[in-house]
């Protein structure tokens, strides 16, 4: 049984998604110890053992340790199977962290696959669903990957209530590695602004603020409002966040920012504009969040890929650190931690 320490580099919830899905699709078992043991409340929340569940229903596997509170778990799994699944995190708990477990392992299932996951849609500290929507399920595709998702209703901090379902029809049960260092030239903007349980100004603002921090690019920007009537809005909320992706010569870029109680709608969209700035000038074609989400993916692709990112985040370091220890493919990187970076990464795909 292989022994991951839950406490190497970012030292938090990325690891344990990480090491369960590796360990679904190359049969590994693992038990990782020292959960989260880097946060000030170590140990599983109820999105972490949402995702550790669901990851054991798909793939038959038999778990210890399975608790809220719980610092260390064995994961033991069996085969991959398609169906209709549905979960529930019970909380505001991030929906897009538990689908970073999940996607992964249900690309090898035996047959179509559905997930309906309920939980946190648009929360701190988790892609917004915007992002797995506009600029995930591009780079994915581009491995061969493809998926559909509805966003049946948002769900913010502190109420959750989001409800987000996911279509697998053709798993590819593998991936095609990829030669994807510069972004190239920025072509145009898109965005969605949005805000629920609250007045439309809110999303406008925050769209206007990102339209005009953008405006620098000298590219076409279009950011869309979404907003509910005054009792049509099925959301619990309150809540709004705005999502930014940029299309390029040869890639998509994201930025995001949430709203929260005291922070100005224009602050949010400046925020967002700002994070997608940033990566854009680095001439990387994967922005700081999509260059960590991709590492396993590269890992478990036929053959060798190199791939550039924005800024090789404490994230991106501890998923090279876990391929290298699950799966033993070898990755090279030129560039430092928090600076851009070029990952060669040789895939081997689960036999």
């Given at each position: 049984?292989?022994?991951?320490?839950?406490?190497?580099?970012?030292?938090?919830?990325?690891?344990?998604?990480?090491?369960?899905?590796?360990?679904?699709?190359?049969?590994?078992?693992?038990?990782?110890?020292?959960?989260?043991?880097?946060?000030?409340?170590?140990?599983?929340?109820?999105?972490?053992?949402?995702?550790?569940?669901?990851?054991?229903?798909?793939?038959?596997?038999?778990?210890?340790?399975?608790?809220?509170?719980?610092?260390?778990?064995?994961?033991?799994?069996?085969?991959?199977?398609?169906?209709?699944?549905?979960?529930?995190?019970?909380?505001?708990?991030?929906?897009?962290?538990?689908l970073q477990t999940l996607l992964p392992i249900v690309a090898?299932?035996?047959?179509?696959?559905?997930?309906?996951?309920?939980?946190?849609?648009?929360?701190?500290?988790?892609?917004?669903?915007?992002?797995?929507?506009?600029?995930?399920?591009?780079?994915?595709?581009?491995?061969?990957?493809?998926?559909?998702?509805?966003?049946?209703?948002?769900?913010?901090?502190?109420?959750?209530?989001?409800?987000?379902?996911?279509?697998?029809?053709?798993?590819?049960?593998?991936?095609?590695?990829?030669?994807?260092?510069?972004?190239?030239?920025?072509?145009?903007?898109?965005?969605?602004?949005?805000?629920?349980?609250?007045?439309?100004?809110?999303?406008?603002?925050?769209?206007?603020?990102?339209?005009?921090?953008?405006?620098?690019?000298?590219?076409?920007?279009?950011?869309?409002?979404?907003?509910?009537?005054?009792?049509?809005?099925?959301?619990?909320?309150?809540?709004?966040?705005?999502?930014?992706?940029?299309?390029?010569?040869?890639?998509?870029?994201?930025?995001?920012?949430?709203?929260?109680?005291?922070?100005?709608?224009?602050?949010?969209?400046?925020?967002?504009?700002?994070?997608?700035?940033?990566?854009?000038?680095?001439?990387?074609?994967?922005?700081?969040?999509?260059?960590?989400?991709?590492?396993?993916?590269?890992?478990?692709?036929?053959?060798?890929?190199?791939?550039?990112?924005?800024?090789?985040?404490?994230?991106?370091?501890?998923?090279?650190?876990?391929?290298?220890?699950?799966?033993?493919?070898?990755?090279?990187?030129?560039?430092?931690?928090?600076?851009?970076?070029?990952?060669?990464?040789?895939?081997?795909?689960p036999r």
């Amino acid at each position: 049984m292989l022994v991951i320490d839950g406490s190497y580099g970012e030292g938090g919830g990325q690891i344990l998604r990480t090491a369960v899905a590796l360990s679904a699709i190359a049969g590994v078992d693992v038990r990782v110890v020292n959960i989260r043991a880097k946060r000030s409340e170590p140990g599983l929340k109820r999105q972490h053992l949402t995702g550790i569940l669901a990851a054991a229903e798909v793939c038959r596997a038999s778990v210890e340790g399975a608790y809220v509170g719980s610092t260390e778990v064995v994961f033991r799994p069996g085969s991959i199977r398609g169906g209709s699944y549905v979960f529930d995190v019970g909380t505001a708990g991030s929906v897009t962290l538990v689908l970073q477990t999940l996607l992964p392992i249900v690309a090898f299932a035996d047959s179509p696959v559905q997930l309906e996951i309920r939980g946190g849609t648009d929360v701190p500290w988790s892609p917004p669903i915007d992002y797995l929507r506009f600029v995930v399920r591009p780079h994915l595709a581009r491995l061969g990957y493809s998926f559909d998702v509805e966003l049946v209703r948002r769900g913010h901090y502190p109420r959750g209530g989001g409800v987000v379902r996911v279509r697998v029809e053709r798993p590819p049960r593998g991936f095609n590695p990829v030669d994807l260092v510069e972004a190239g030239r920025a072509l145009s903007v898109r965005g969605l602004s949005h805000c629920v349980r609250l007045p439309r100004h809110v999303a406008e603002r925050q769209a206007r603020a990102a339209t005009e921090e953008l405006r620098r690019l000298g590219v076409p920007v279009t950011v869309d409002v979404e907003w509910y009537e005054e009792g049509r809005d099925p959301h619990l909320g309150p809540g709004s966040g705005v999502v930014l992706w940029a299309e390029t010569e040869r890639s998509v870029l994201g930025g995001d920012a949430l709203g929260e109680r005291g922070k100005p709608a224009e602050v949010v969209g400046r925020e967002a504009a700002a994070k997608l700035l940033e990566d854009l000038g680095t001439g990387m074609a994967y922005d700081r969040h999509m260059g960590d989400m991709v590492v396993p993916y590269l890992a478990l692709a036929d053959g060798e890929s190199v791939a550039g990112l924005a800024r090789l985040t404490m994230h991106a370091y501890t998923n090279i650190w876990l391929v290298q220890r699950v799966l033993g493919v070898e990755v090279d990187y030129r560039g430092e931690l928090d600076r851009p970076v070029v990952l060669r990464i040789r895939g081997r795909p689960p036999r």
